[in-house]
């Protein structure tokens, strides 16, 4: 299945791009596609292991199931106000 | 009224939206630049959408626990100079109480839960994001 992600910020720099969209095999996780993310824009690699993420805009845990047509967005670490 | 803004924030406009004859208490939280080490300005990124969703959620929330209290925030995106303000709350309640309580909470959500990012900027044209871990200072120019 088709999952569109979205970088954000410094995780843009280091994808080299905004969005982008990966086919993982179902079932299948956020984290699954976070490891998807690393193995095809190597600069994400020095991502935390663990990096915040959203899913259909809503933070959840890597462990959160996917499905065709989700969006997964990679956050880095929170600074606002 | 979009949380979102990439304008000067307008305190008084914020201010008539929560004031009211039966609000006798007000507070105002202004979240401003400041000029550590150097920093000229800090530009502000966002994913918006998520940003201004996570808003309204925090002001929902804000609202069932105070449900007397009316609260107000904006927060400003883009290049914003050492000084001027990128977050404004205003809440006001019956008592002074739970405007200074639900202000408080609201911008402790907000530190918490927001989609946004800080790229400072420096004098010398560098510029450094505030979640690095913090190398030397310089990533980009």
Not at chain 1, 1 to 29: D, K, Q
Not at chain 2, 58 to 86: C, N, Y
Not at chain 2, 105 to 132: C, H, N, S, Y
Request: overall charge neutral; hydrophobic content about 40%; aromatic content about 6%.
């Amino acid at each position: 299945m088709t999952v569109s992600v979205r970088f954000f910020a410094r995780y843009a720099e280091l994808a080299g791009c905004t969005s982008s969209a990966v086919h993982v095999p179902m079932p299948a996780t956020v984290g699954d596609v976070i490891a998807k993310v690393r193995e095809l824009f190597p600069g994400t690699r020095i991502m935390p292991l663990r990096p915040l993420a959203a899913l259909n805009r809503r933070q959840v845990k890597l462990d959160a199931a996917v499905n065709e047509g989700d969006e997964v967005a990679l956050l880095p670490p929170i600074s606002g106000g | 009224m979009s949380h979102i803004t990439r304008h000067p924030l307008d305190v008084n406009d914020l201010l008539a939206r929560v004031q009211g004859p039966e609000r006798g208490g007000t507070c105002v939280f202004l979240g401003s630049v400041r000029n550590d080490d150097g920093v000229t300005a800090i530009d502000y990124s966002a994913y918006e959408q998520m940003a201004d969703e996570e808003i309204a959620r925090i002001l929902g929330e804000a609202q069932r626990q105070w449900p007397d209290a009316r609260v107000i925030l904006q927060h400003r995106l883009g290049e914003i100079p050492a000084g001027e303000a990128s977050i404004a709350i205003a809440a006001a309640a019956p008592h002074r109480d739970e405007a200074f309580t639900a202000c408080r909470f609201v911008i402790e959500e907000v530190k918490k839960r927001l989609p946004i990012w800080k790229k400072e900027m420096f004098a010398d044209g560098t510029t450094a994001w505030t979640d690095a871990q913090r190398q030397a200072k310089p990533t980009t120019r």
